[in-house]
Nanobody, 125 residues
């Protein structure tokens, strides 16, 4: 049974930072092709945030977070991170990590097969 677990969410003031973590159990990230981060704000559809290929470390970002968020991985800890800086109220959402078999980075939600339960990020103004 493959499980992804996010952590690191919380309440932060505008302009602040948070680092989210995603840990895989039942299967190591090295057996996946890519890991992505997505988010869903209240009343809105889930949207792509960032992705990283596990082997080469290539990355892809949504325009809305480019320059503020950084996705990275730690092979030894079997963990993917999302460092979020300069947060604003529009970043408030539930953040999910997801994994797919292919190494090709894509923002397409349906391309990711395995999903975590999400972690809440709230940015207060």
């Amino acid at each position: 049974q493959v499980q992804l677990a996010e952590s690191g969410g919380g309440v932060v003031q505008a302009g602040g930072s948070l680092r989210l973590s995603c840990v895989a159990s039942g299967r190591t990230f090295s057996s996946y092709g890519a890991v992505g981060w997505f988010r869903q704000a209240p009343g809105k559809e889930r949207e792509f945030v960032a992705a990283i290929s596990w082997s080469g470390g290539n990355t892809l970002y949504a325009d809305s977070v480019k320059g503020r968020f950084t996705v990275s991985r730690d092979n030894a800890k079997n963990t993917v991170y999302l460092q979020m800086n300069s947060l604003n109220s529009e970043d408030t959402a539930i953040y999910y990590c997801a994994a797919r078999e292919s190494r090709v980075l894509t923002p397409t939600i349906s391309a990711y097969k395995y999903w975590g339960q999400g972690t809440q990020v709230t940015v207060s103004s």
